[in-house]
């Protein structure tokens, strides 16, 4: 039958079965743009932090975080957007790139949406800072 | 008539087209991954499901075995192996897919947790499944996700 057992705790076992997110910072003017990539969830998460804290390291005007190239989005990156925006605004204009069934939907679901500035694109959210 | 709240037992009709199980799994943040990763080429390996339906599904089992990796062993006191498990039944008769994820300790919330930027987790399970339960007790939480319509 169509059943598998799959050795879940055997370290053999792809390591491409792992999530992986990858994130680079962009600038364009005085706004800083983290463009992140992959899967952001509870293993992740950590590290989109590192690399938002690392932008506003460099003091931008404003922060655009653009999960354009995330294929995943847990409550884990959820949690990161919300601390962001806490600790950001009102000072710093905030947004955030996101369109599709595993980004912009669940955070219209959860409400996030009403928090924070969505666009579907990243000249749409770029537009609207420097509004 | 799969009994879909219990977790597997020894009588599981031999029918099934097909049924995914990760027993006895580190209940830690990579295991969580993994299992999502591998339930995801399942289901579509299996079903005929929209992008949406398919992307709801995978992201409310990730948040019940992030809860289980994240919450269920903060406590010192264990005996207890901490580990996790999702089983999923589907029932061709009713067209419906069953998840149960189940851990064998206790949700803690860390006192560090502001409450704006965490508890998502729950919601998100709520508005991206057709049922959640949610069962707690001394030995464990057992949180039991289900789809209706899920076709192969």
Known sequence: MDEQRLPINDPTVAASKVASCSVEQQWVGRVAVVAVSGTVDLLTAPQLEQAIRAALDEKPAGLVIDFS???????????????????????????VVAEGPSTSRPLKLVGIADLIKLYATRDEALSALSA | MIDSVSCAGPDWPAADIGRFECIGVAAEAESASRIREEFAE??????????????????????????????????????????????????????????????????RMP??????????????????????????????????????????
């Open chain 2, 42 to 107: 399942w289901l579509q390996r299996f079903f005929d499901l929209d992008p949406i339906r398919s992307s709801d599904l995978v992201l409310a089992i990730n948040e019940a075995l992030a809860n289980a990796a994240e919450f269920a062993y903060l406590s010192a006191d264990s005996d207890r192996p901490k580990t996790m498990d999702l089983i999923a039944r589907y029932d061709a008769g009713d067209a419906r897919l069953t998840v149960t994820i189940c851990d064998h300790g206790v949700w």
């Open chain 1, 69 to 95: 190239d995330v294929e995943f989005l847990a409550s884990a990156g959820m949690g990161v957007l919300v601390a962001v925006h806490d600790e950001v605004t009102p000072d710093m204009r905030f947004c």
């Open chain 2, 111 to 152: 006192a560090a947790a502001s409450a704006r930027a965490r508890g998502r987790g729950i919601p998100l399970m709520r508005a991206l499944s057709d049922r959640v339960t949610i069962e707690t007790s001394t030995a464990g939480t057992r949180v039991c996700l289900q789809w209706d319509g899920v076709g192969p």
